[in-house]
T-cell receptor, first 110, second 115 residues
Framework: EDQVTQSPEALRLQEGESSSLNCSYT??????LFWYRQDPGKGPEFLFT???AGEEKEKERLKATLTKKESFLHITAPKPEDSATYLC???????????FGEGTQLTVNP | EPEVTQTPSHQVTQMGQEVILRCVPI?????FYWYRQILGQKVEFLVS??????SEKSEIFDDQFSVERPDGSNFTLKIRSTKLEDSAMYFC???WGQGETGELFFGEGSRLTVL
């Protein structure tokens, strides 16, 4: 059974204070690892898909990296508008479903 | 920018009633999905749909649930006899293909409240 564990559950940063969110996973053959942003009462907003260990992707202040056991979402010099819940999900080679983690709730204070 | 659209945004229903949630996936996408999120819990997979048939379903997707693509643009989720525990946010999602990999885009969700 695919499993995704995200840490920390919640993270409070000051504006400009860089940090990283962790996503540990177990999957029977990784087809893709996904990062989403979710605002309260909204649907997940696609950020990145990573496919193989060593891969990195960047978008504005966000950078996602992938190893064989975990992924990190690095947030550089965050702004208050980066406050959201960040979700990690995996898709195994054997199916079409994404298995999500519980998410990390990020708050960036001005 | 193309997006997945869902209606209604919020539906309140009585236990035992039938509910249909509607989705318009992104126009050139081939794979369609329903997920749900109970308040305060993680997003859970319900069903995937490709080439006019279900390709995968979860344990949650029992006989009370059905999906349909009645025309070239809509994708629906029907719950035949709602239960209190069906109260959740239901998300439709779609992707273009690439062997069922690649970016997966979600709609804003339909909140279902069962009384």
């Amino acid at each position: 059974e695919d499993q995704v564990t995200q840490s920390p559950e919640a993270l409070r940063l000051q504006e400009g204070e860089s940090s990283s969110l962790n996503c540990s996973y177990t999957v029977s053959g990784l087809r893709g690892l996904f990062w989403y942003r979710q605002d309260p009462g909204k649907g997940p907003e696609f950020l990145f898909t990573l496919y193989s260990a060593g891969e990195e992707k960047e978008k504005e202040r966000l950078k996602a990296t992938l190893t064989k056991k975990e992924s990190f979402l690095h947030i550089t010099a965050p702004k208050p508008e980066d406050s959201a819940t960040y979700l990690c999900a995996v898709q195994s080679a054997s199916g079409s479903r994404l298995t999500f983690g519980e998410g990390t709730q990020l708050t960036v204070n001005p | 920018e193309p997006e997945v659209t869902q209606t209604p945004s919020h539906q309140v229903t009585q236990m035992g009633q039938e509910v249909i949630l509607r989705c318009v996936p992104i126009s050139n996408h081939l794979y369609f999905y329903w997920y749900r999120q109970i308040l305060g819990q993680k997003v859970e997979f319900l069903v995937s749909f490709y080439n006019n048939e279900i390709s995968e379903k979860s344990e949650i997707f029992d006989d009370q649930f059905s999906v349909e693509r009645p025309d070239g643009s809509n994708f629906t989720l029907k719950i035949r006899s709602t239960k209190l525990e069906d109260s959740a946010m239901y998300f439709c999602a779609s992707r273009w293909g690439q062997g069922e990999t690649g970016e997966l885009f979600f709609g804003e969700g339909s909140r279902l409240t069962v009384l």
